[in-house]
C-alpha cells in the first residue's frame, strides 16, 4: 500500500510586516522624477519617482521609488478596499472603482484609509502641515514633483517589495506616505525597517569576525504571477499568482566585546527543525555611507600610483571610500516585542513562532525553472500590513535576555 503524501500547508502572510522609514535630506536630481513618460512596448503612460533620501553618514543614501500610470486606450480600474463600522480598514470588502472617478469625493468617503498615498510636505499659514491624501501613485507623484525640495528634511514610509530579476534577488522600497519630520525627529536621522521572515536549519551562518555579523538566510513570501517560467495563475484562475519563497541573505550584527550578543544570535536564528517565522527591526547601510579608508586599506596598484604622484593621497583615499560605500546591506538588529493580552495584564511577547511549516512546505513544484525558460514577471502583492510603534522606554535587551530565558 503506497503511503498517502501529506498535504502541504498553503504558504500565506498573516501577521506579516515587511515596512520601512526613512528620515534624512531628499536628493532630487535630473533623474528623480519622470512625468508622463510614454512606454515603448504599449499605451502605457505613467510617472515614477526614484528618491535617495541622504539619512546621515551612519547609513548614507537610500534610495526608495514609486510609479503609476494608465493605458490610454483601455478602461483603467483601481483596486480599493472600503470601511468597517468603525471606520477602519474592512480587507474583505474589496472591490474596484473606475479610474476616472479618484477624485469623487462621494467615492471617495467609503474607501479604506490604507488605500491612499498620504503626503504632508507643506504648511499653511498658521504653520499646520497640510496632509494631501492620493488614491493613485499618479497623482501622487506629480504633486511631489512640484512640491518636494532639494534638501528638504522628511519622513518617508512605505512597504517593502522583493523582485527577481537575472536570478538576483533586489529589494524595492515602495512610498506609502512623505511628512515633514516632527520636532523630536529633526536631526535624529535613520534608515530603518521591519520584516518578517522564515527560517530553517540552515539560516544562520559562520559569524564574520571583521564585519561583527551573521548571515541569516531567510526565506521572504512573495506574490508572482510567473515564476522560473512557470504560469503560477493556473491559467488566469488564480488571481495575483502564488506565493515564491525567496532566499535573502541579511546580516545580523552582535557587539563582539558582549557574550551574552553573541549568544543571542544563537537563541534568536537557530532552528533545530521545521520551519520558523520571525519578525526583525534592522537598518539600511547603502550606498554614500561614509566608510573611512586609511592608507593600509588601499590596494597595491593604488598605493602606486600615489608614490608616482598620479594622485594626491586624499584623492585615492576619497576614490576608494567611494567605490568601498556602494553596499546595499541589510542589518538586522532585534527581534520585535509586542504587549499582547487583555488591557492591564498584556505581557511581552518575541514575534516568533516555531514550527510554521514544515521544510516540505516549502519544496514547491513551481520553484523548478521550466524548460521553456521566459523573463520572470513580477506582481506586486496588494498586502496591508501595519507597522506597530514600539514602546521607546522598554529597557529592550534585558527585556530580550530575560524572554529568551524563558
Same mark, same amino acid.
Given at each position: 500500500i503506497m503511503a498517502k503524501q501529506k498535504e502541504k500547508k498553503p504558504l500565506d502572510k498573516k501577521g506579516w510586516v515587511q515596512t520601512f522609514e526613512l528620515i534624512g535630506k531628499a536628493?532630487?536630481?535630473?533623474?528623480?522624477?519622470?512625468?508622463?513618460?510614454?512606454s515603448k512596448k504599449s499605451d502605457w503612460i505613467y510617472n515614477s519617482i526614484n528618491l535617495n533620501v541622504d539619512c546621515g553618514d551612519k547609513y548614507g543614501k537610500v534610495g526608495c521609488e514609486l510609479m503609476g500610470g494608465y493605458g490610454a486606450g483601455r478602461n483603467n480600474v483601481i483596486y480599493v478596499h472600503g470601511k468597517d463600522e468603525n471606520g477602519g480598514d474592512d480587507f474583505d470588502n474589496r472591490y474596484q472603482i473606475d479610474f476616472d472617478d479618484?477624485?469623487?469625493?462621494?467615492?471617495?468617503?467609503?474607501?479604506?484609509?490604507?488605500?491612499?498615498?498620504?503626503?504632508?510636505?507643506?504648511?499653511?499659514t498658521k504653520g499646520e502641515v497640510v496632509i494631501n491624501k492620493f488614491l493613485h501613485a499618479y497623482d501622487a507623484i506629480k504633486y511631489l514633483s512640484e512640491a518636494l525640495q532639494d534638501g528638504m528634511e522628511i519622513k518617508v514610509r512605505g512597504q517593502l517589495k522583493y523582485t527577481v530579476y537575472d536570478k538576483h534577488i533586489q529589494v524595492r522600497k515602495e512610498i506609502n506616505s512623505i511628512y515633514l519630520p516632527r520636532e523630536k525627529e529633526l536631526n535624529t536621522y535613520e534608515a530603518a525597517f521591519t520584516q518578517s521572515m522564515l527560517l530553517d536549519k540552515y539560516s544562520i551562518g559562520k559569524a564574520d569576525k571583521d564585519k561583527c555579523a551573521f548571515p541569516i538566510t531567510a526565506?521572504?513570501?512573495?506574490?508572482?504571477?510567473?515564476?522560473?517560467?512557470n504560469d503560477l495563475t493556473e491559467g488566469g484562475a488564480v488571481k495575483g499568482g502564488k506565493f515564491v519563497p525567496l532566499r535573502k541573505t541579511f546580516e545580523y550584527?552582535?557587539?563582539?566585546e558582549d557574550e551574552k550578543s553573541i549568544e543571542r544570535a544563537g537563541k534568536l536564528f537557530k532552528v533545530k527543525k521545521n520551519v520558523t517565522l520571525i519578525t526583525c527591526q534592522g537598518v539600511f547601510v547603502e550606498?554614500? +555611507?561614509?566608510?573611512?579608508? !586609511? /592608507?593600509?586599506?588601499?590596494?597595491?596598484?593604488?598605493?602606486? &600610483?600615489?608614490?608616482?604622484?598620479?594622485?594626491?593621497?586624499?584623492? +585615492?583615499?576619497?576614490?576608494? !571610500? /567611494?567605490?568601498?560605500?556602494?553596499?546595499?546591506?541589510?542589518? &538586522?538588529?532585534?527581534?520585535v516585542i509586542k504587549l499582547v493580552g487583555e488591557d492591564g495584564s498584556k505581557i511581552p511577547q518575541i514575534q516568533k513562532f516555531d514550527s510554521?511549516?514544515?521544510?516540505?512546505?516549502?519544496?514547491?513544484?513551481?520553484?523548478?525553472?521550466?524548460?521553456d525558460d521566459e523573463e520572470v514577471d513580477e506582481v506586486e502583492e496588494d498586502s496591508e500590513t501595519d507597522t506597530t510603534e514600539q514602546d521607546e522606554e522598554i529597557d529592550y535587551d534585558s527585556m530580550l535576555d530575560s524572554l529568551l530565558d524563558d
Open positions: 536628493c532630487i536630481k535630473d533623474y528623480t522624477f519622470k512625468i508622463d513618460e510614454h479618484r477624485f469623487d469625493e462621494d467615492i471617495l468617503k467609503d474607501i479604506g484609509d490604507l488605500c491612499f498615498i498620504k503626503i504632508g510636505i507643506e504648511k499653511d526565506y521572504i513570501l512573495e506574490k508572482f504571477k510567473e515564476y522560473n517560467g550584527v552582535y557587539d563582539p550606498g554614500g +555611507a561614509v566608510i573611512q579608508t !586609511t /592608507e593600509d586599506d588601499l590596494p597595491d596598484d593604488i598605493k602606486e &600610483l600615489v608614490e608616482m604622484g598620479a594622485y594626491s593621497l586624499e584623492e +585615492a583615499l576619497a576614490l576608494c !571610500t /567611494e567605490n568601498a560605500s556602494k553596499e546595499r546591506r541589510m542589518l &538586522l538588529t532585534r527581534p510554521m511549516y514544515s521544510e516540505d512546505d516549502l519544496v514547491l513544484d513551481y520553484l523548478i525553472e521550466a524548460d
